[in-house]
């Protein structure tokens, strides 16, 4: 049952990260109308963390008709998170920023559309993020940072200021970025990753000092 105030809420994504956004908007005003997994079709139906899995992605319009007006997407994947925000707002959904009241952001640090704040998180002065990122369980992203579309900062990664990470990449947990590096679009920081120099677009690196390992 919704609760007097609360916002409807639909979360697309069925599994851990979804279980974390869904604490979030609890905790912020919102209530969760339903949850969607568009890979899991024997889910449906089935109950999941205080709500239900509806379907997949083919319910949108529909929920959104039914006056669902707000959706986060709470998927890992870098990719398919922005697809799937994507088909969210054009059906009509808008999609809202999840900041856990553990989480700290700078009064000018600009925060995109479906963006997702974990506890313990911070955004320092001057930073960027775009829509639909991820700055993950106690990330930290230092002042004049830019993060675009799609980033994941997973958890305990840290950059330092003036980094710039391009759309649709993944800072693994535990990494450290230097300041003023730049990491291309759709490219693999992994675990406890330190990052001294650029990495280009499309590569998976890691180690200490990072080199890159593979094309992706």
């Avoid at 710039?164 to 730049?182: D, Y």
Wanted: charge should be neutral.
């Amino acid at each position: 049952m919704t609760a007097p105030g609360s916002i409807p809420l639909l979360i697309v994504g069925a599994g851990g990260h979804a279980r974390v956004v869904a604490d979030i908007a609890r905790l912020t005003g919102y209530s969760v109308a339903a949850f969607l997994d568009d890979v899991h079709t024997a889910r449906h139906g089935t109950p999941f963390c205080g709500s239900v899995i509806a379907g997949g992605l083919e319910q949108l319009s529909a929920l959104a008709h039914a006056g669902v007006r707000h959706a986060v997407v709470a998927i890992g994947d870098c990719r398919a998170r922005l697809e799937a925000a994507t088909r969210a707002a054009d059906a009509g959904m808008e999609l809202a920023v999840m900041i856990h009241p553990r989480a700290i952001h700078s009064s000018d640090a600009t925060i995109g559309a479906g963006t997702v704040l974990v506890a313990g998180a911070i955004v320092n002065p001057g930073a960027w993020i775009g829509a639909n990122a991820i700055i993950n369980t106690a990330a930290t992203v230092d002042h004049d940072c830019i993060i675009e579309d799609g980033v994941h900062i997973a958890c305990g990664a840290h950059l330092a200021g003036h980094v710039q990470v391009g759309r649709g990449s993944w800072v693994g947990i535990g990494a450290v970025v230097k300041e003023r590096v730049r990491i291309g679009a759709q490219t693999i920081v992994g675990a406890g990753a330190l990052v001294l120099k650029d990495l280009p677009d499309g590569v998976m690196a890691y180690g200490s000092p990072a080199r890159v390992i593979q094309h992706v």
